[in-house]
């Protein structure tokens, strides 16, 4: 089944439009196409984001595809196949020592309920998936709130700590100075209750001319 928003995306775009005019001119140029994308687990997901950070897209795409292949040999994309398998051939995959670590951390806590299931993590709320997820290893509220957006479609997520946010945030609306957390989600206030659409507008206004 295709994974849905918990938001209406008309009715978040047309709010967005009346309440900024600044974003509505990044809106009027750029149709929004936000995709969810399609996942089975909590763990699943996590692990692609632990493997995919700090690295290119294609590197990150050839380790990911090598790591899922070699769980694939022993049985389904589980925390429990991860476990089974020797560090060598993760490591023989092009994991380093410390994203082998991670999705390791990841596994064990996936099974120990610390992780959520997908079910129970789109009915969390933002505080209480950020405290239980960052407690994996190489996992912190950016990677959370990159799940929140693109795999649970929560609504009014708002990933100040993303650089390319405060960037396009700074050069959307003209600041001299970087914007602060604070700024920025005081600003984005008029948003509610659509601040991940907001985001992903901030986003794409980086790869338009303003």
Request: glycine share 6%; no cysteine.
């Amino acid at each position: 089944m295709k994974p849905q928003f918990a938001f209406d995306p008309v009715a978040a775009v047309a709010h967005l439009r009346a309440v900024d005019p600044r974003l509505a001119e990044v809106i009027d140029g750029v149709p929004f196409a936000l995709e969810l994308r399609p996942v089975k687990s909590v763990f699943e997901a996590l692990m692609r984001s632990i493997i995919y950070q700090q690295l290119h897209g294609r590197a990150a795409q050839a380790i990911h595809g090598r790591v899922v292949a070699e769980m694939l040999k022993d049985g389904p994309v589980a925390p429990e196949t991860l476990l089974k398998i020797p560090d060598e051939r993760l490591r023989a995959a092009g994991l380093s020592a410390s994203k082998l670590r991670a999705i390791r951390d990841l596994a064990a806590r996936s099974l120990d309920g610390t992780v959520p299931t997908l079910a129970q993590a789109r009915r969390l709320d933002e505080a209480e998936l950020i405290a239980r997820l960052t407690a994996v290893r190489g996992v912190g509220p950016w990677t959370v709130h990159v799940l929140m957006i693109f795999y649970l479609g929560h609504g009014n997520v708002m990933p100040t700590g993303d650089y390319a946010i405060r960037a396009a945030f700074r050069r959307l609306y003209r600041k001299r100075k970087d914007p602060t957390p604070a700024h920025i989600l005081k600003h984005a206030r008029r948003w509610e209750p659509y601040r991940s659409v907001a985001s992903w507008y901030l986003w794409r206004s980086l790869d338009t001319e303003l």
